[in-house]
Each structure stands twice: as C-alpha cells, then as structure tokens.
C-alpha cells in the first residue's frame, strides 16, 4: 500500500520558470517530510526537509510548503536551471520507526 | 559524500554467479537500510537492520539474502539472480531518533 502519493510524474519546465511537485500522504502520525534530489547514477540526496509544526520552508531556491489540514505537502525550485534537471522524491517519516516512505518520484527536466 | 560507501559501483554477473554488495557507513547510524532502484519504478524497500528491528519486504526473493555483522557494514548477497534483478542496488543509514537518511552511491547490477 503506497501511503505518499507523488505528482506529476515527470516534468519539464523552461529555464527561469518554476518547477512544482506536489505529494500527499494518509499516516498523520508522520513527522518528518523530506525531499531527496537524485541526479543519473547517484543516489538520492537529502535535499529540503519539513517538520509539520510549520506551513514553510525555504532554502535558497527551494521551497517547502506544508498543508497538515490536507495532509499535503509541495516541492518549489523557483528560478528553476538545467541543473536542476533530476529525479524527485518526497518522503514521510515516522521519528523512532525505522521504515521511511516515499514517493514513486518525479523527473524533472528543465530546458535551456 | 554522504558517508555511506558503497562497493562495487559496477557489477556484472552471470545468473549462475555468486556475488556480494558491501555498504558501509562511519557516522555512528545504526539503522542500515537496502533498496531496490528499477529503471522507471519507485524506490522498493529491501531490508531495514536497526537496533529496534529487522523488516524484510516479503516480497523479496530468498537469492538475496543480507546480512548485518554489526552496525557499520551491511552486505547483500546475491546467488541465481535473474536478468529482471538487474537494477541499482541502494544503501542507506540513520541515526537512532534522527530523521534524515543518508543514501550512497549504489551499486549498478547488471545480470546476463
């Protein structure tokens, strides 16, 4: 049972645009939510995480935004670049358990 | 770096092979994870070694089999693969209480 829904699928956004990738889960007991960046052939990195205390979160160009009502949280890479052009995953946590959950990911290509 | 080393990078290997994957982490983490990455599918929990658990995915063929000697080294040993188990092989780790998953490299399998 898939308990983090991710979408789209894949992705593609122009450069300068912003890029937005939405996941929903169903565990309210999660409480930790973070998003991993994984480029071909690496593995996945921790790029952004969020707590469900808050309803955002930003790092640089990336964004976290958290709807615990909705039970919904949102990836936004603003001033997207061909950098960024990768695979996202969301995640849940659940602090104390050892299984993390994520999401089936998203290809992100950003063209020039 | 994430501090979480996988080795080989590449393995190629006939289905009547043995072989094994080795990960390794130095940062104190004693939660060790195994994942599958098929190309175009989500991420597939393999195996979780922490100190409060073992989970297995009973969906998991019984020619891969891990093994945890201690907190630092997890190894996943492969025998009869089939050609559909060539993937990228994931390792992760985590601290006790803490959130955030640290991924390495992974391991490119190839089974001809």
């Known amino acids: 049972q898939q308990q983090v829904k991710q979408s789209p699928q894949s992705l593609i956004v122009q450069k300068g645009g912003i890029s937005i990738i939405n996941c929903a889960y169903e565990n309210t007991a999660f409480d930790y939510f973070p998003w991993y960046q994984q480029f071909p052939g690496k593995g996945p990195a921790l790029l952004i995480a969020i707590r469900p205390d808050v309803s955002e979160k930003k790092e640089g160009r990336f964004t976290i935004s958290f709807n615990k009502s909705a039970k919904q949280f949102s990836l936004h890479i603003m001033d997207s670049q061909p950098g960024d052009s990768a695979t996202y995953f969301c995640a849940a946590v659940l602090s104390g358990y050892s299984t993390l959950t994520f999401g089936k990911g998203t290809m992100l290509l950003v063209s020039p | 770096e994430t501090g979480v080393t996988q080795t080989p990078r590449h393995l190629v290997m006939g289905m009547t092979n043995k072989k094994s994957l080795k990960c390794e982490q130095h940062l104190g983490h004693n939660a060790m994870y195994w994942y599958k990455q098929s190309a175009k599918k989500p991420l597939e929990l393999m195996f979780v070694?922490?100190?409060?658990?073992?989970?297995e995915n009973n969906s998991v063929p019984s020619r891969f089999s891990p093994e945890c000697p201690n907190s630092s080294h997890l190894f996943l040993h492969l025998h009869t693969l089939q050609p559909e188990d060539s993937a990228l092989y994931l390792c992760?780790?985590?601290?006790?209480?803490?959130?955030?998953?640290?991924f390495g490299q992974g391991t490119r399998l190839t089974v001809v």
């Open positions: 070694y922490s100190l409060e658990e073992r989970v």
């Open positions: 992760a780790s985590r601290g006790q209480g803490a959130a955030e998953a640290f």
